[in-house]
């Protein structure tokens, strides 16, 4: 397949708003594309190189793409710096010039999907001294045989500002339609996506071996799984009531989220984030103790990473534990500020799928594989049958400093990707209104007002995500808890996100100054849930008066964006909807 073809197909997602046209659009491109091509159009459209674990960055500055349309269309670099300027968007600048080049074709040779995608590969494997030069002429030559709609999306893929708003829900739906006609098997190639963690192999695997090669896919090692994620109740009598009537209960320790590949023959340790981003290097400490500490050959096991001090017993706070994803400055907080892993689930054992199996089961198997006294440890449980042994423990790991507890489900096997309730979160804050926070994504910024003119930033749009429509729905404007520092922050980041109108997975009636491709999620607190006629979160799409939620007083907590969290894993529609509903009962009980 041509790359002028998939240019083409990218201006169409561009131009619509409508998800339903986005899936046909995928469809049409997958159908058309051949079957070593998938792969590298799967990848491409989600604006990588290959799945998050991989961390492959392509590191063009923008200085240097700026060069590189200079160079490719026989213009001075200030004049492409000045439309870049005024477009605010690189790729409508490198298309500008390659519409009027002072230079002939270098080629008359066309790029296919896959030349680009390589030699997009090719420059982001390049190191070292001269590294920037040998990047700067591999774009070149990508420009020189682009024509100008080509080159728009060759300049945005190489700095990473592709936006199409295409979500892994959209592109599923478009493989199921591509390959079956129908949206229907979306749900066995999401149960594919869950067990591999990597979206381009599901593509890739359908592509080659059709609907029978997908229904075989089987969990790998070093293939990181998406993790199981927990509902929320406010009590302990709903939580029990909701698990059958019993159930274990573990420590909730707010810490790093972390899964453990372990091949100790191989003396190989991977470790993966929540997001399924590699931290292996972050954690050093942790792979020694996986190699030396559990006893299994090959294992994945998942757990939450956490400083605590062996000595007083503390468990150190998140913004301490959250200081070690970073590059530079291991060793030394390694030793400074060691973490330990609580593990609570496993997942896989010397090459037998775990999942399926009871938690009951899973968890005295890990149990069983873990050394005692570690630095991997098991995370402290106990099995309950009143709600007042639940809130006698809950009340005792809140006064350890934790978190609070999640309830488990002894019978349930282990849901990857999803939130089910055979797992129910109970945090120190639910007992009240809304004192619990919530995770929202930034959908777009309004300009500063008054005293934050100077600032050209004045708050936010945010929304939560609604799984089922794989769309961005509005709950509030945030304009409280924000310092200095932060708006200007804020004003930076969200510049370089910014788009012209509204992301086509975006479902708002407002419109703030600036939109932005939903991409962060920042962390909020809030007085109350409330029904309100200007939000589309939980507002039924077939035209009904019938209110939406939002939120009454929010305000931004911490120091701004939740790094561990994509997009789609923010707070969901369903929670907001679910949260709403165990506020209005805890009201009803506090007049009774």
């Known amino acids: 397949m041509l790359f002028e073809e998939v240019a083409a197909c990218y201006d169409k997602l561009e131009g619509t708003s409508s998800r339903l046209a986005m899936i046909d659009i995928l469809t049409e491109l997958f159908r058309k594309a051949g079957k070593d091509e998938v792969r590298n159009l799967i990848y491409m459209s989600q604006g990588s190189l290959g799945p998050a674990y991989e961390a492959l960055q392509l590191g063009i500055a ?46 008359k040779r066309k790029f296919s999907v896959n030349d680009i995608f390589e030699s997009m590969l090719r420059i982001a494997g390049t190191a070292g001294q001269g590294s920037q030069d040998t990047k700067i002429k591999m774009l070149v030559e990508m420009l020189a045989a682009s024509t100008p709609l080509e080159a728009r999306y060759v300049i945005r893929f190489a700095l990473g500002q592709l936006r199409l708003g295409a979500g892994d829900a959209t592109i599923l739906e478009a493989l199921s339609k591509s390959a079956t006609g129908e949206r229907e098997f979306k749900a066995q190639l999401e149960n594919a996506y869950n067990i591999c963690g990597d979206l381009g192999k599901v593509g890739d695997v359908l592509a080659r071996e059709g609907v029978k090669g997908i229904e075989h896919m089987k969990v790998s090692l070093f293939n990181p799984i998406r993790p199981e994620l927990a509902e929320r109740l406010p009590t302990a009598g709903q939580i029990l009531e909701k698990m059958g009537g019993k159930c274990m209960v573990e420590s909730k320790y707010d810490g790093l989220r972390a899964q453990l590949h372990i091949d100790r023959k191989a003396k190989k340790v991977e470790i993966f984030s929540r997001n399924l981003e590699r931290l292996t290097e972050m954690f050093p400490e942790i792979v020694k103790a996986a190699l030396d500490e559990i006893k299994a050959d090959k294992v994945i096991i998942e757990g939450e990473a956490i400083a605590y001090d062996d000595v007083t017993g503390e468990f150190r706070p998140f913004q301490e534990t959250i200081q070690r994803k970073r590059k530079h400055g291991i ?77 488990k489900d002894l019978r349930s096997s282990y849901v990857a990707g999803a939130r089910k309730f055979s797992w129910i979160k109970l945090k120190r804050s639910y007992r009240g209104e809304l004192s619990d926070t919530v995770d929202l994504v930034i959908l777009g910024y309004y300009l500063g007002r008054g005293m934050r003119a100077r600032f050209e930033f004045g708050g936010l749009l945010s929304g939560v995500y609604n799984e089922e429509r794989d769309t961005f729905e509005t709950i509030t404007k945030i304009g409280t808890g924000f310092s200095e520092e932060l708006m200007r922050n804020f004003k930076t980041m969200l510049d370089k996100i910014k788009v012209a109108r509204r992301p086509a997975r975006v479902d708002s009636l407002l419109e703030p100054d600036f939109w932005v491709n939903p991409q962060y999620v920042i962390e909020v607190r809030a007085d109350e849930i409330t029904r309100s006629p200007m939000h589309t979160c939980g507002k039924p799409g077939d035209g009904s008066e019938e209110p939406g939620y939002a939120l009454r007083f929010p305000r931004i907590i911490s120091n701004g964006v939740r790094a561990d969290k994509r997009a789609e894993q923010a707070t969901t529609t369903k929670e907001i909807i679910e949260m709403y509903g165990q506020q209005k009962k805890i009201r009803v009980e506090d007049v009774r």
């Open 331 to 407: 060793e030394e907080l390694s030793e400074s500020m060691p973490l330990h892993l609580f593990a609570f689930d496993l997942m896989y054992i010397d090459g037998e799928d775990w999942m399926g199996r009871p938690y009951e089961e899973r968890r005295k198997k890990l149990g069983s594989i873990i050394k005692e006294g570690g630095r991997i440890r098991l995370s402290d449980s106990t099995t309950v049958t009143q709600p007042k042994q639940l809130d006698r423990y809950f009340e005792r790991m809140v006064g350890q400093g934790l978190e609070g507890i999640v309830a």
């Open 62 to 107: 923008e200085k240097f793409a700026e060069a590189a349309i200079a160079s490719a269309t026989g213009f001075e670099k200030a004049q492409v710096h000045d439309a870049y300027k005024k477009s605010g968007d690189m790729g409508i600048a490198a298309e500008e010039f390659a519409k009027k080049t002072r230079l002939k074709r270098m080629s």
